[in-house]
């Protein structure tokens, strides 16, 4: 599974950027898709998460700013960001698991975006 993210960028705080993330290869048994975050210094966190079921889980801190949803393409999600925040930025990865019968799951990266908000 080959995982591709886009759609970083420098923003102003307050303004909006949108994530695309697609990911190809053996993917019929991606059970979630999500996308990731890490700050300089900081470690990776979780910023939201899809399932199959179309649940969605966002972290705290972007709660009513950031949206997950799919994209029209199979295998493919968009991270809606509003109301960037000068603590948003970072680089930011898709990440898609992929389900196995009598096994452990495997999870596949993207290369990663960068966002950077000045302030």
């Known amino acids: 599974v080959q995982v591709v993210e886009s759609g970083g960028g420098l923003v102003q705080a307050g303004g909006s950027l949108r994530l695309f993330c697609a990911a190809s290869?053996?993917?019929?048994?991606?059970?979630?898709m999500a996308w990731f975050r890490q700050a300089p210094e900081k470690e990776r966190e979780l910023v939201a998460l899809?399932?199959?079921?179309?649940?969605?889980n966002y972290a705290e801190s972007v709660k009513g700013r950031f949206t997950i949803s799919k994209g029209n393409a199979k295998d493919t999600v968009y991270l809606q960001m509003n109301n960037l925040k000068p603590e948003d930025t970072a680089v930011y990865y898709c990440?898609?698991?992929?389900?196995?019968?009598?096994?452990?799951?495997?999870?596949?990266w993207g290369q990663g975006t960068q966002v950077t908000v000045s302030s």
């Open positions: 990440r898609a698991r992929v389900r196995h019968i009598g096994a452990p799951p495997d999870v596949y």
């Open positions: 899809l399932s199959v079921g179309v649940d969605t």
């Open positions: 290869g053996s993917t019929f048994s991606i059970n979630n």
